[in-house]
């Protein structure tokens, strides 16, 4: 599943772990680059391996011609002034050449009083987002960061247990996550797709399995889906009934329906590609599995096993969650 203002050719990878099939959706690479900050670190990147080649190809040619050089070749007053040139004066103009030219890079990008801020808090081991619009209602998701092609968009990082570090390569670099403390991060999405972020600091057993997909979309199909994102779920049938009689309302929120905030808001999770934390796409079978035994999907994760719940109540509580959209 694609969402809107997403480019559906990009690829997905699976591979396998302690039985279960973990997914990945979109692209996690620093040279697949979707942002300005991670574009221009791509570049400097570039630039500064060119560089190192080219110093290295010097060097190597330097010894080359110097073995192959008569003794006496080279007087001692050429000498000096190959370590006064090679030694000196070339490393500090490349050096000052460097600096000029990336410290403007390093301002922040600027961000404005009604510029979308969005609060990112890292879990053990999934990721609370919340939209705070200027002027608007606050809107609660989970595990998937959408972004406003073209604007600017203020991270609030923050994390409720133990260190976490947000790191999407092809948007930006990465921000540690600290509890107690909240860590600002500015974003500018130059282009529209779904691309991979991942926790880069060890918080537990499923540390490798928190991911996240950040989706940019055109800012017109942005506004559609933040506004469609605030309408309640729908929260009929038999689907609500057992979610609600085996006390799923009290850590989850379905708004309309339940108001916990203790584990990931699930208010229009049929909207999101992939489940767990970004490790498996949204399938029905998948669903199944980790409401009944959601450690043995992602070991440490602190939502109890229900092995009295029957495969069907269970099917039927993933069809509702489907289609909560």
């Not at 290295?56 to 007053?77: C, D, K, N, Q």
């Not at 999770?269 to 980790?290: D, E, H, S, Y």
């Amino acid at each position: 599943m694609v969402a809107a203002g997403t480019n559906a050719a990009q690829p997905t990878f699976v591979w396998h772990w302690q039985g279960a099939t973990i997914f990945g959706s979109g692209r996690q690479s620093a040279f697949t680059t979707f942002g300005r900050e991670a574009a221009w670190l791509a570049g400097l990147t570039g630039w500064m391996v060119l560089g190192a080649v080219v110093i290295a190809t010097a060097l190597a040619g330097l010894m080359i011609v110097a073995g192959r050089s008569r003794e006496g070749a080279l007087t001692h007053r050429q000498g000096m002034r190959l370590v006064l040139w090679a030694g000196g004066v070339v490393p500090t103009v490349v050096l000052l050449t460097l600096l000029v030219s990336t410290l403007p890079a390093m301002r922040p990008i600027a961000v404005a009083a009604d510029d979308l801020r969005i609060k990112v808090e890292g879990e053990q081991f999934w990721w609370r987002v919340r939209y705070q619009p200027s002027g608007a209602i606050p809107v609660d998701g989970a595990n998937e960061v959408r972004v406003p092609v073209g604007r600017n968009v203020e991270l609030l990082l923050e994390a409720g247990d133990v260190l976490h570090s947000f790191w999407v390569p092809g948007l930006a670099g990465k921000m540690d996550m600290v509890p107690g403390r909240t860590n600002k991060l500015v974003v500018h999405a130059t282009r529209a797709g779904r691309f991979r972020g991942q926790c880069a600091e060890f918080c537990g057993l499923s540390h490798a399995l928190m991911a996240f997909d950040v989706v940019a979309m055109e800012p017109a199909a942005f506004d559609a889906w933040l506004a469609g994102q605030r309408a309640p779920a729908r929260v009929g049938g038999d689907g609500a009934r057992l979610f609600a009689a085996n006390g799923c309302g009290g850590c989850h929120q379905v708004r309309g329906l339940s108001a916990a905030a203790i584990g990931p808001d699930l208010t229009h999770i049929g909207t999101r590609a992939a489940l767990g934390a970004g490790i498996q796409p949204m399938t029905q079978a998948n669903l199944v599995r980790f409401i009944r035994h959601a450690p043995t999907v992602k070991p440490g994760a602190r939502m109890p096993t229900y092995p009295q719940m029957t495969n069907d109540d269970a099917a039927t509580i993933a069809r509702w969650l489907e289609q909560l959209k």
